[in-house]
Structure formats: C-alpha cells, structure tokens
Nanobody, 125 residues
C-alpha cells in the first residue's frame, strides 16, 4: 500500500477552477493506476477519473469529461486533478486512491485499496 495526501481544495465561485494534488509516499507510486473519487453529503462515493501507471491512458466519469483532467508526475509521486468550469454540484470531498484490486470495475471504490484523507471542494453559486 501507499500513503496518500491530498491538497488544493477550497472555496471557489461557480465557473472557476481548482487543481487538486495527491502526493504518495514510497517508491512504488509508478506501479499503481491512480484514481479520483468524490463524495457529497448524503451521497455515495462516486468515480471521477482514473489514470494508468504511465499516464498514457485516462478514463473519466461521462458527466465530467471535458471539464476535469487527471494527470500524474511519477518523478514527483503526484497525481493531479485539474477542475475547470466548476459548478455547485461539484461540491464534495475529493479523494485520491491507488488501484489495487483488478477484479472489480474501476468505477467501484472497492477497486482501490489505499486512500487519502480527502480534500474539501466547495463551489459557491
């Protein structure tokens, strides 16, 4: 497992942008596909995006594609989530995670075994 720490959340007006970062400890970061999930109050944790080990393959939740961009820098042990044109419905706690269970679809949080503590994103309308 890896230890993950998110940062970059905050309060932003609708239409604005934020970039979240997630830094991993350990030397095995580059061996893990990474993902971002989010959880709004009273709702289940939902898939946002995932990126392959090398960064050459990405997958997004259909409703977010075009506004959100996932990327990674293996030299810095960091995965990013660039969020543009933010909407009030994007308000949630955002979590990064390392994929460790390949027997479960990537859209399921159970596919990810190591999680960060989360960072709050609040979009005001």
């Amino acid at each position: 497992q890896v230890q993950l720490v998110e940062s970059g959340g905050g309060l932003v007006q609708a239409g604005g942008s934020l970039r979240l970062s997630c830094t991993a400890s350990g030397r095995t970061f580059s061996s893990y596909p990474m993902g971002w999930f989010r959880q709004a109050p009273g709702k289940e944790r939902e898939f946002v995006a995932t990126i392959s080990q090398s960064g050459d393959s990405t997958l997004y939740a259909g409703s977010l594609k075009g506004r959100f961009t996932i990327s990674r820098d293996n030299a810095k042990n960091t995965v990013y989530l660039q969020m543009n044109s933010l909407k009030s419905e994007d308000t949630a706690v955002y979590y990064c995670a390392a994929r460790e269970n390949y027997g479960v679809t990537v859209y399921n949080p159970a596919a990810f075994g190591s999680w960060g503590q989360g960072t709050q994103v609040t979009v005001s309308s």
